[in-house]
């Protein structure tokens, strides 16, 4: 059925079984992040590689794959969100090689999937790849009702969708106990040695980092257009990215939705909102203050870091090594560039993130703060230096000297002060009394 609704439309007429992506070797006509039509397709002899355009990419195994392949043993279904351009569709096509598989994002497949749902899951084989879930919410009763004839088949259903789309919150809801959602994120550092500060993580900027300006101007693009225009009423995309922009500028401090809403002329609700779409899109990252009761007043604000530092270094016009190095932004780019591998770590694992800030109202301040494994707290300070000296760990020691003074039960507190990799190589060091400094890499290791 799918394939008859495919090839009765006439803008199909000329492709292939495959190139309509549902055949093995899927592949797909799609637009790219600049918005161009291209086809991305797994190589049926090696799917090993990935064609995307005319250039052939090997493929990345991703960490997320085992938290996968124990959801897809475990659950019917599988609803795996993230960002634009993540590696979603190459993910599973690459793990589902046999698996159907359905781009549920062309016009005319869309509305005749939504006109006969029934029937179009009827003639869908299982396991199946539904890609693009959002734009089809009608099916997704349907592949519940499926779910719940047979409930102990699992791995059934693979699912994509972006989480902004209003209808996929409900979607995810009703499908509790069913279905298991994972979060992609970009490339972690641990998956490839290229990702890095100045271009980030995103697949194709790792693949081609000289055209990393061209490729973030179109991303922003279709994110606004698409991801934002979908998710909130903005008649003015203009008024949104000068919000981005701005949000930018104050990448890694602590939130202040007044200062954002007064230079735009708009209202802190509307802030609000427009941070919640940021949010659930993987845009931004948003760290939370470490709460405890050491008698002193806290800051009760998150941070707010541009997830991708590809991405923020894009927003802030930092486009070479030599303007990120002169650039006021550097620690914090640092820092944000830290915290959002600890959130891969953490997504790629199937846990929700865990990364908390420290601030009180004299001034302490811990850059980060991760709940380590059996009860153990992390304290992590960022230094976007080749070397530390035991000063940039005083403030830590603090912390973990107030933490164990108030605690009642003992508690084990880890100090590492974490650094850019020193030239001649990666090196640990003990640099004060119970304080490791370590590489950045190094440190992820440890993660
Ligand atoms: N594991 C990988 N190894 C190598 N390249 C990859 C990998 N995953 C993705 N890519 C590259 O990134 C591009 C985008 O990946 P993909 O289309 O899978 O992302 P997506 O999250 O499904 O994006 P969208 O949100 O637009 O659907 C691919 O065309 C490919 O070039
Ligand atoms: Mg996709």
């Known amino acids: 059925m799918a394939s008859r ?3 009765s439309a006439p803008s199909e007429g000329q492709r292939t079984d495959e190139e309509k992506g549902l055949g093995p070797g899927a592949a797909a006509r799609r637009l790219d992040a600049a918005g161009t039509s291209v086809v991305v397709r797994r190589c049926i002899e090696d799917p090993e590689l990935i064609h995307y355009d005319s250039q052939i990419v090997k493929y990345v195994t991703r960490a997320i794959e085992s938290a996968v392949d124990r959801a897809a043993r475990s659950f019917p279904a599988v609803v795996l969100t993230g960002p634009r351009r993540a590696g979603k569709t190459s993910l599973l096509q690459h793990m589902f090689p046999n698996a159907s598989y359905f781009l549920l994002e062309d016009p005319e497949l869309v509305a005749r999937v939504r006109a006969d749902p029934q029937g179009f899951l009827d003639a869908a084989r299982t396991p199946a790849i539904l890609d693009e879930v959002q734009n089809v919410p009608e099916v997704f009763a349907h592949v519940r009702a499926r779910i719940d004839r047979r409930p102990r088949r699992a ?16 979607v995810t809801e009703s499908m509790a106990g069913r279905a298991a959602v994972l979060r992609l994120l970009p490339f972690s550092a641990r998956e490839t040695p290229k990702v890095s500060l100045l271009r980030g993580a995103y697949p194709e900027v790792v693949a081609r980092p000289g055209a990393a300006r061209l490729w973030f101007s ?12 979908a998710a909130l009423a903005v008649r003015d995309l203009a008024t949104f990215r000068r919000f981005l922009a701005l949000v930018a500028s104050r990448h890694g401090q602590i939130l202040n939705k007044t200062a954002l809403a007064a230079p735009l002329g708009v209202s802190v609700p509307t802030i609000t909102q ?27 604000s998150p941070k707010v870091f541009i997830a991708d530092s590809g991405l923020a270094c894009h927003l802030l016009g930092i486009d070479s090594q030599a303007e990120l ?36 109202e004299q001034g302490l301040e811990v850059d980060l703060l991760v709940p380590g494994r059996s009860g153990e707290i992390r304290l992590i300070e960022c230094k976007a230096a080749r070397s530390v000296t035991p000063s940039d760990a005083a403030p830590m020691q603090k912390l973990a000297e107030a933490l164990r003074r108030t605690r009642r039960t003992p508690v084990s507190v880890r100090l590492d002060l974490v650094h850019e990799a020193p030239k001649a190589g990666a090196t640990t060091s003990a640099v004060a009394p119970g304080v490791r400094a370590l590489p950045w890499q190094g440190f992820l290791d440890t993660m």
């Open 155 to 170: 791995g059934q259903w693979m699912l994509t969708g972006s989480q902004d789309a209003p209808l996929m919150q409900g």
């Open 5 to 7: 609704l495919a090839q």
């Open 274 to 300: 427009w941070l919640g779409v940021l949010e659930t899109t993987a845009q931004i990252l948003i760290v939370p203050p470490f709460y405890e009761n050491l008698g002193k007043r806290l800051i009760k």
């Open 218 to 229: 179109s991303y922003v693009q279709t994110y606004l257009e698409r991801d934002v225009r």
């Open 325 to 360: 190095a002169k650039s006021p932004f550097i620690g914090a780019l640092f820092e944000g560039f830290v915290a959002f591998e600890v959130a891969k770590i953490q997504a790629n694992a199937g846990q929700r993130q865990q990364l908390y800030y420290f601030r009180d």
